[in-house]
């Protein structure tokens, strides 16, 4: 039981490169969101999902795209970079019947210059 | 809409001493509220959480926290720290009914000196 993985581990994009970070639960939670981390803000929610085919906006969706296919994959893609993308990226997954408790990945640091 | 504010941005602290991190938030519904821990270099984990009942929780590494509705408040206390427990430390807050999204406060870095 790998809880939630997310790759890569690190990236560093260019300004207008796009790229995919990817999530993946395998404890067959409905509810999956990404977050952003930046110092000073603690984590802001980009995207959220409660099940496969439903999406919906957190509190800072510019600039990032999500889908969610399956039950197991989460990815978020970045469209065309920004510098004010540079951040820690976190996945997470929780039941929806659940009582809010959610389950986090290792993360992704992602720098864009 | 729910929001958490952490009223100190860092907490230092020599080792063996009580550590008390302040969160307090903002709901007009019924709320579930968390603790969570995050070490250097990696991800959250789940210290504590209050859903309903005894005001005061308890959760792993000896942390307890107590839930006040009245102050709108959910400190996080520790009798005695340890250096193990150098870490940022995160409230957060969701509403009791779906799609019961998590809103975090800024965060507290907690130091223990020797």
């Known amino acids: 039981n790998a809880g939630v993985t997310q790759t890569p581990k690190f990236q560093v994009l260019k300004t207008g490169q796009s790229m995919t970070l990817q999530c993946a639960q395998d404890?067959?939670?409905?509810?999956m969101s990404w977050y952003r981390q930046d110092p000073g803000m603690g984590l802001r929610l980009i995207h959220y999902?409660?099940?496969?085919?439903?999406?919906d906006q957190g509190e800072v969706p510019n600039g990032y795209n999500v889908s969610r296919s399956t039950t197991e994959d989460f990815p978020l893609r970045l469209l065309s970079a920004a510098p004010s993308q540079t951040s820690v990226y976190f996945c997470?997954?929780?039941?929806?019947?659940?009582?809010?408790?959610?389950?986090f990945g290792p993360g992704t640091r992602l720098t864009v210059t | 809409a729910q929001s958490v504010t952490q009223l100190d941005s860092q907490v230092p602290v020599f080792e063996e001493a009580p550590v008390e991190l302040r969160c307090n938030y903002s709901?007009?519904?019924?709320?579930?509220l968390f603790w969570y821990v995050q070490y250097p270099n990696q991800g959250l984990q789940l210290l504590l959480k209050?859903?309903?009942?005894?005001?005061l929780v308890k959760g792993i590494n000896g942390f307890e926290a107590e839930f006040n509705k009245s102050q709108t408040s959910f400190h996080l206390r520790k009798p005695s720290v340890h250096i193990s427990d150098t870490a940022e430390y995160f409230c957060?807050?969701?509403?009791?009914?779906?799609?019961?999204?998590?809103?975090f406060g800024q965060g507290t870095r907690l130091t223990i000196n020797p």
């Open positions: 997470a997954s929780r039941r929806t019947g659940g009582q809010g408790e959610q389950y």
């Open positions: 404890m067959n939670h409905e509810y």
């Open positions: 999902s409660v099940g496969a085919g439903i999406t």
């Open positions: 709901s007009s519904v019924s709320v579930y």
């Open positions: 209050y859903l309903s009942g005894s005001t």
């Open positions: 957060a807050v969701s509403d009791s009914q779906p799609p019961k999204k998590l809103v």
